[in-house]
């Protein structure tokens, strides 16, 4: 007896130790790579105390760069969710040719740099692009306004909410649309019934990550905007100005509040995965 158990006592010890080892590896890579740098922010925004660090912000600068942060999101976020249940629905619902280029189309965003995004869109809406003569003769300005920086968040926020909603909607099938169709439902009563139900946990969590990803975004829109302060400067490219004027304490001052706008975010999804922990795994088992 005492000859079986030991091996397995030592097999038992090993593989905690293991565990231990690899959470413990995990654990200092997080604080190494993510922690640390990220409380340096704020350890640097604070640094020459709390009235330094609020009148940093409340300046007229920071001011608009923060609406214009807000306002790009508030419009690309909702657009990209039209576009990714509409993309999730066809991949998923629906044969046709140009389904796989379809798929790619939509992780290009993933796999092109942002700069080239921006560059794209400055080719074709510049005042030397494809339509810029055109936008130009009609008024119309895309490059250094609004529409610009709209337009290059789309771009590169384009794939989180289609690719958090096409495996959920692949793995659910679609007997459950086809079950209600049957029974009479109408083609809008299908989806906020059937389908919104079934894929709200993901399509929030992809809300969550486009608009984390849009308001940080900062290649592209750096292209696109001119760096016009006060009217085309996010926060991000706010951050970048400010540094290279030497003014860190506010540089760093934005940069806090963009990070703690990402920690909200974050706060808001385990809020809702705390809350409705025991919905997610009703869907789960329902799914499986």
């Not at 384009?158 to 459950?176: D, N």
């Amino acid at each position: 007896m005492r000859t079986t158990r030991k091996p397995g006592r030592r097999a038992g010890i090993a593989q905690r130790t293991g565990r231990a080892t690899i959470i413990l590896v995990a654990c200092a890579f997080l604080c190494l790579f993510l922690v640390l740098p990220l409380a340096s922010v704020f350890v640097e925004a604070f640094r020459q105390g709390v009235h330094v660090f609020l009148q940093s912000l409340d300046d007229p600068d920071a001011m608009a760069a923060v609406r214009l942060t807000l306002l790009v999101a508030a419009i690309t976020v909702p657009l990209n969710v039209i576009f990714g249940i509409a993309a999730a629905w066809a991949m998923t619902r629906f044969r046709f040719r140009g389904k796989a280029l379809l798929g790619a189309l939509i992780d290009l965003p993933l796999s092109v740099s942002p700069v080239v995004s921006g560059l794209l869109y400055v080719l074709m809406f510049g005042a030397q692009g494809w339509f810029g003569p055109w936008l130009a003769a009609h008024g119309i300005k895309i490059i250094f306004a609004l529409p610009g920086l709209v337009l290059a968040t789309i771009f590169i926020t384009l794939p989180y909410v289609a690719r958090e909603l096409i495996p959920l909607m692949q793995s659910q099938g679609s007997e459950e649309e086809e079950v209600a169709r049957v029974l009479g439902a109408s083609g809008l009563q299908t989806f906020f019934r059937v389908t919104l139900p079934n894929i709200r946990w993901a399509l929030i969590y992809g809300v969550l990550l486009c608009n984390a990803r849009a308001m940080g975004e900062f290649g592209a829109v750096s292209v696109v905007s001119g760096h016009i302060r006060g009217l085309t400067t996010t926060m991000p490219l706010e951050v970048e100005m400010r540094y290279n004027e030497y003014n860190y304490v506010g540089a760093f001052a934005i940069a806090s509040l963009l990070a703690l706008l990402a920690l909200v975010t974050l706060a808001v999804k385990s809020a809702l995965e705390w809350r409705y922990h025991g919905d997610m795994d009703m869907s789960a088992d329902r799914r499986h």
